[in-house]
């Protein structure tokens, strides 16, 4: 069974990190928040306070199918500070493992060079961030290991990109019906939508 991490810190976009939850859940897989904080309650940009599955440091990073980042702010900036959790970024990357970010999460993707060459979009004012990709106004782009999204209004498009990924476009397009979603199309790959 797929299980995906998705790392909160505190000032993290809550819409952002739950509306994935929520969706991922919905669709059976398994998605643990994890806290990089030292402590399981998370306060959101919004004064919004989660409580997380479980700590970083607690966590086995590795057995994890997919790294998810939120934005928000200063959220996005404590995640990129996280030594731990950048190396781990940077080794499922480079094992060709998923890894997500949302909003201006992906300019942490960007400050990598994960994005070169490839399709990305962020929050407008980090696409300066994207360093190398090829930038688009697409709620979501697929590239290969690599999903990003451009912020809190796109969350539920993220999410049921991520769900797709993993559980197919029938379940992706159920939970879709389920939450009265009007639009489950995205771009994958520098596909046009149809």
């Known amino acids: 069974m797929n299980r995906l991490a998705i790392f909160l810190a505190d000032g993290f976009e809550e819409i952002e990190a739950l509306a994935v939850v929520d969706i991922c859940r919905r669709g059976g ?93 962020s929050y407008p004012t980090f696409e300066n961030q994207l360093e190398g990709a090829a930038v688009t106004p697409g709620p979501v782009e697929i590239s290969d290991n690599v999903i990003t999204s451009r912020g809190m209004g796109t969350a539920i498009d993220f999410g049921l990109a991520i769900l797709g990924v993993f559980c197919g476009q029938e379940m992706a397009q159920r939970i879709a019906k389920a939450i009265i979603y009007q639009d489950v199309s995205y771009r994958m790959s520098g596909e046009e939508k149809v």
């Open 29 to 121: 897989l398994t998605i643990d928040m994890i806290s990089i904080m030292g402590k399981t309650e998370v306060t959101g940009s919004h004064g919004i306070m989660v409580k997380a599955d479980g700590l970083f440091e607690d966590a086995v990073i590795g057995d994890y199918d997919m790294l998810i980042l939120p934005g928000g702010m200063p959220g996005t900036l404590k995640l990129e500070a996280h030594e731990a959790l950048m190396q781990q970024v940077d080794e499922f990357y480079a094992a060709g493992k998923k890894i997500g970010a949302i909003c201006a999460a992906p300019s942490i993707f960007g400050h990598k060079g994960i994005l070169k060459g490839r399709r990305a979009c």
